[in-house]
């Protein structure tokens, strides 16, 4: 575990506000498991590949998942210019000919 906080010091994780004395080896394991989450993998699979009997992994990852969904509500409700190009009218053949 020391190696973990030391490498995490070495990545000067305390300058992007991660506190090096709050990482140990669930957090790899925790890491590990968003990434596979992330990409799509069953459920029986984290649990495999992560040695869990239960689903309590799920524990591990519900504050990185809160923190990956931070701010999607307000960027989902910003206006944007959108055209939906399965809608735009293709030109007819005949204003196409001479």
Known sequence: MIA????AEALKLHDRGIDPDMIGAHSLR???????KI?????STIRKFGR???D????FIH??????????????????DYHNIAF??????RAASP
Do not use: C, N
């Not at 309590?56 to 524990?59: E, G, L, Q």
């Not at 735009?88 to 053949?93: K, T, Y």
């Open 39 to 43: 990409m799509g993998y069953t459920d």
């Open 63 to 80: 504050s990185q998942i809160s923190k990956l969904y931070e701010g999607v509500a307000q960027k989902m409700s910003t206006p944007i």
């Open 4 to 7: 973990v906080r030391t490498a």
């Open 52 to 54: 869990w009997t239960f």
């Open 88 to 93: 735009i009218e293709q030109p007819s053949m």
């Open 56 to 59: 309590t992994w799920m524990m």
């Open 30 to 36: 925790a890491g590990g498991e968003m990434a596979l």
